[in-house]
């Protein structure tokens, strides 16, 4: 059965790949500022199609929570993520030169396609634990990567990834990702291990999507035909 943090055995289990994230060119670009600006434009069209349907999940989460407060939370990220987050990204992919329109004229590219159909799929199919485990990735990895950073002094070094940075490393946010592990651990307390192992494998889907986002993003890699 689980021991009662289950969250830090998915971080275990997914720890070389959340490395190879941080290692990742496109993520340390952002923390030196060396990243090019086209690219950095690539993966901010590419994520505000990513929280689109991202929002999605959120709505189905709150539909099969099973108590209020878990209703609440995922209605609160819902609400920060459409009335909020969305606005502050478009604000910031105009810094870019991205103006609301292109935005929305942004169709989503393979890997931006395959990562929201798994968490969507798992959304729509699974229990309110299988949508919590497969969004931990994105919601704790930012966090990490932020703080990261800013732990190591690279803090976008003056240029306009220090916003990013800065966004992702907040109390606010941080508090959030640690919301969402808390949460998977008291929905996993006590759960027998033939029942952790599809959450796992969930986890780690979406921990590798993550991965490809990045690459993506650094080969702003559309539909090849």
Not at 84 to 93: A, F, G, I, N, P
């Amino acid at each position: 059965m689980s021991n009662g943090n289950f969250a830090a055995e998915l971080r275990a289990s997914a720890a070389p790949i959340w490395e190879k994230e941080y290692a990742h060119p496109f993520v340390q670009g952002i923390g030196d500022g060396t990243l090019a600006p086209e690219r950095f434009r690539f993966y901010l069209a590419q994520d505000y199609v990513f929280l689109i349907e991202y929002c999605r999940v959120f709505a189905l989460a709150a539909a099969k929570a099973r108590d209020l407060e878990t209703i609440a939370l995922f209605g609160n990220l819902l609400n920060s993520t459409v009335s909020v987050e969305m606005q502050l990204h478009r604000d910031y992919c105009a810094q870019f030169g991205i103006v609301s329109a292109e935005l929305e004229q942004t169709t989503a590219a393979p890997i931006t396609h395959g990562y929201t159909r798994h968490l969507l799929t798992a959304a729509y199919e699974g229990s309110i634990t299988d949508i919590v485990a497969a969004v931990l990735p994105c919601q704790l990895g930012y966090a990490e990567i932020a703080t990261r950073l800013l732990r190591e002094g690279k803090t976008g070094a003056d240029t306009m990834y220090a916003e990013w940075v800065k966004m992702y490393s907040s109390r606010e946010f941080v508090e959030g990702a640690d919301t969402i592990v808390r949460l998977l651990n008291d929905l996993t307390r006590g759960l027998p291990a033939r029942e952790r192992g599809p959450l796992e494998q969930l986890f780690l889907t979406s921990s590798r999507y993550e991965y490809l986002f990045w690459e993506m993003s650094w080969q702003r890699a559309g539909w090849p035909i």
